[in-house]
């Protein structure tokens, strides 16, 4: 194992770009790096396991004859290199060869979660102007209320007159030569929530590729003698970046399981595929250690690494790892905007602190800033900010055709509140903007605000975070009704679902509370830090009788 100060001395971004790529930043194609350089080898790149028991197996071979056949179809439809490709799918074969054909082709991969409703939906697929969305028949009917002209191919089309997937592929050559592009043109579209406005686009470039690679070799730590499994959905950046490119650009194979999680599937694919090397988010480690130590002794001794990221991760966690499975869990901080960044590396040798989000990683320099920019020392709390002019893996360069306030001079500011501890280490505060981390989801208030305003009843809402022992904070609702609307807790449920079918399962409000008035700045600016506050003095033992919670 390498020491982490030795790997930070001798970086060098050069060699770094050689050692991961098979081609050069002047001429890459995604595809190629994820698959085509290892189609002959016999490699397996995909295990899949089904919620209903089935399993299957594909090799990088394969998949590079599927994504030309796939390719070549998007071609014949008119996609271009850099238009636009959503996918609307589970974690299926389907999926991987949509990405992968995709960017054979040379366009842009954008994602779409499968528990997004219509709203949601459609804002992305507006922002983007994708030319074509793949999904399922299960998901099919969350596009009937998007403009015409939008072509949909569909896995087991059924009666909507669409294209069916695997009949369109049929009929496609398996040669497709992959478009060479450079290494900041785009490859994927990804969007995060933001405060005060609407989802906000990153187009990812391909150079990204080399620091994805870089987090899974010295932060997750994958070795060849791996199996992995990244619990996080390919719909999200962690998902994607880490259980799809990653582990494919090392020419490695992922794990995908077509299923909601449960403690019971993720023990049994543990055991089943052997899985040494597992990701995921502290909310589905709290989920595993509430099934009990009965059910997860079985398993000591298989897992080697585990990685967590998406929230601080709780060291009664940690502990438990140790003591009842015998393995480490570190971890991890990032971003959809930068990737990971952060991180108690497996692969590297370094202190690891409980409570730490770790050292940052080779190729980029963070450090902790005041208000007006300047650097502060170690025990001091301020923002967690990138220092690009010294960070070579960077890659973000700000949202698609809007402007941001995040730049300021050579930094990147995270908007995340951190400490910087004495060995050089950086311990995780708190957030600085209002964005709210559920259950390892990050889930903008004004999304959900907007959802229950377009409720009749509904005259003002204001979102919060309220901190919750087992999904790190719910979703709260303050809500002003018309004169003529009673607050009931009938009224609530009807709001909490209203929101859930236009946004996500994971993004309505658990909690709705009835208020007169909301506060604001004078000049009208809603101030949720204020609902905050009062939530985090009176805890989880808000008794108030207007106040209704669904679990």
């Known amino acids: 194992m390498q020491d982490y100060s030795a790997a930070v001395s001798q970086f060098d971004y050069q060699e770094t770009v050689r050692q991961v790529l098979a081609g050069d930043l002047g001429a890459i194609n995604a595809c190629i790096e994820c698959c085509d350089r290892y189609a002959g080898t016999g490699r397996i790149a995909l295990y899949y396991e089904g919620s209903d028991g089935s399993s299957a197996s594909y090799t990088f071979s394969q998949l590079k004859e599927y994504s030309a056949r796939f390719a070549n179809w998007l071609q014949a439809q008119g996609v271009r290199p850099g238009d636009t490709v959503a996918g609307l799918l589970p974690r299926t074969v389907e999926l991987l060869i949509t990405v992968l054909g995709t960017w054979r082709l040379g366009a842009v991969y954008q994602p779409l979660f499968t528990a997004f409703g219509p709203k949601a939906i459609e804002h992305r697929l507006g922002t983007s102007s994708a030319r074509v969305v ?125 299923g909601p999680f449960s403690v019971e599937s993720t023990w049994r694919i543990i055991r089943k595929r052997g899985i040494t090397n597992l990701a995921g988010s502290p909310t589905a480690y709290r989920l595993l250690i509430a099934g009990g130590e009965a059910a997860a002794r079985p398993l000591r001794g298989i897992l080697r690494v585990v990685s967590s990221a998406g929230e601080p991760l709780n060291p009664e966690v940690i502990r438990w790892f140790d003591e009842t499975l015998g393995v480490p869990i570190h971890d991890h901080y990032g971003q959809t905007e930068l990737g990971m960044v952060v991180g108690n590396h497996h692969a590297l040798r370094h202190p690891v602190h409980p409570g730490s989000a770790g050292f940052a990683m080779p190729g980029y320099r963070v450090v902790v800033l005041d208000q007006e920019q300047r650097e502060l020392p170690a025990g001091q709390p301020g923002i967690l900010a990138i220092d690009r002019a010294q960070s070579p893996l960077c890659w973000f360069g700000g949202y698609r055709d809007m402007p941001t306030s995040a730049f300021v001079g050579n930094y990147y500011l995270s908007g995340d509140t951190v400490e910087a501890n004495p060995d050089g280490s950086i311990s995780f505060v708190g957030r600085a903007d209002d964005v709210i981390t559920t259950s390892g989801y990050r889930v903008g208030p004004f999304d959900v605000e907007s959802a229950l305003i377009e409720h009749p009843a509904v005259i003002e809402a204001a979102v919060i975070g309220k901190p919750d022992a087992e999904r790190t904070e719910l979703i709260k609702a303050f809500v002003v009704l018309g004169d003529t609307c009673a607050a009931t807790p009938e009224l609530a449920t009807e709001l909490q679902l209203h929101v859930r079918q236009r946004l996500a399962a994971h993004a309505y409000p658990r909690e709705i509370e009835f208020v007169a008035e909301l506060p604001k700045t004078p000049s009208g600016k809603l101030q949720r830090f204020i609902l905050r506050n009062q939530e985090v003095a009176k805890g989880n033992a808000d008794k108030s009788p207007q106040s209704t919670r669904v679990s």
């Not at 059924?158 to 049929?170: K, P, S």
């Not at 050559?173 to 933001?194: A, I, K, N, Q, Y």
């Not at 620091?211 to 619990?231: Q, S």
Request: include cysteine; glycine fraction near 10%.
């Open 134 to 258: 793949v999904t399922n028949d299960a998901n099919r009917a969350k596009l009937d209320t998007l403009e015409d002209g939008l072509l949909v191919l569909t896995v087991g089309a059924g009666e909507q007159g669409d294209n069916d997937f695997w009949d369109a592929l049929l009929h496609q050559s398996p040669e497709f030569e992959p478009v060479l592009r450079c290494g900041d043109d785009p490859f994927l579209l990804m969007f995060t929530s933001g405060t005060t406005g609407l989802a906000k686009p990153i187009e990812v470039p391909l150079k990204a590729i080399v620091a994805f690679v870089t987090y899974m070799r010295d932060a997750i730590g994958l070795t060849a003698e791996d199996r992995f499994w990244n619990l996080a959905d390919p719909g999200w950046a962690y998902g994607l970046y880490y259980a799809v490119t990653g582990p494919l650009a090392m020419g490695l194979p992922t794990t995908f399981y077509d």
